[in-house]
Nanobody, 118 residues
């Protein structure tokens, strides 16, 4: 059973930064791709960033809306994936979720709330 636990959300002013963490347990973390999604109030779930497995080279992809501001990374020794968020905007306000598809099953964390407001 795979479990993800996110942390690092909070209230930040526009232009500020936050780093989200997602710790995985229960499986071989390095072997699967990871992603961050977000859901703003009243809106659909959107893919923010993804990173492939260690074996696939750890390639990264970003939504256009966060390109150049957010950075996804992973530390396989710590079973953790990160999302460094810089130059935050009010429209980045959302619940951020950690996700992976492992052996054709979707796994999600419970999310961490990020609020960007002055």
């Amino acid at each position: 059973q795979v479990q993800f636990v996110e942390s690092g959300g909070g209230l930040v002013q526009p232009g500020g930064s936050l780093r989200l963490s997602c710790v995985a347990s229960g499986s071989t973390f390095r072997n699967y791709a990871m992603a961050w999604y977000r859901q703003a109030p009243g809106k659909e779930l959107d893919l923010v960033a993804s990173i492939t497995s260690a074996g696939a080279g750890g390639s990264k992809n970003y939504a256009d809306s966060v390109q150049g501001r957010f950075t996804i990374s992973r530390d396989n020794a710590k079973n953790t994936v990160y999302l460094q968020m810089n130059s935050l905007k009010p429209e980045d306000t959302a619940v951020y979720y950690c996700h992976s598809n492992i052996r054709w099953s979707n796994y999600w964390g419970k999310g961490t709330l990020v609020t960007v407001s002055s």
